[in-house]
């Protein structure tokens, strides 16, 4: 078994957005699978969470890439591990904060 993972506020407003987003856009069969992709991936990183590289050394972030269009950002922590972010790789990165 894991660590535990913690989604912070941040990361559950990224993904209720993406998934409005992919319903809209698309289908619910997208949804599924995009959840199913990030339902293992997730359960990766809880069982091996220093699988995916470090991106920023000083804040401890790591990045675990969903698809071509979406990525994880994650840091390990004592207890646990925080969902930091989902974030549209489309974006221009200085779109992307942790605050």
């Not at 220093?50 to 390990?76: D, E, G, T």
Request: glycine share 2%; proline share 4%.
């Amino acid at each position: 078994m894991g660590k535990e993972i913690v989604w912070s506020p941040l990361s559950e407003n990224d993904l209720e957005q993406l998934l409005v987003y992919l319903n809209v856009e698309w289908n619910v069969s997208v949804v599924n699978h995009f959840l199913d992709e990030l339902d293992k991936l997730v359960t990766l990183i809880a069982n091996t969470p220093q699988l995916f590289p470090c991106v920023h050394k000083k804040k401890k972030i790591r990045k675990c890439v969903i698809s071509k269009h979406n990525s994880l950002y994650y840091r390990i922590t004592r207890n646990h591990i925080e969902i930091l972010r989902l974030f549209d790789n489309r974006q221009h990165p200085s779109k992307l904060h942790f605050d």
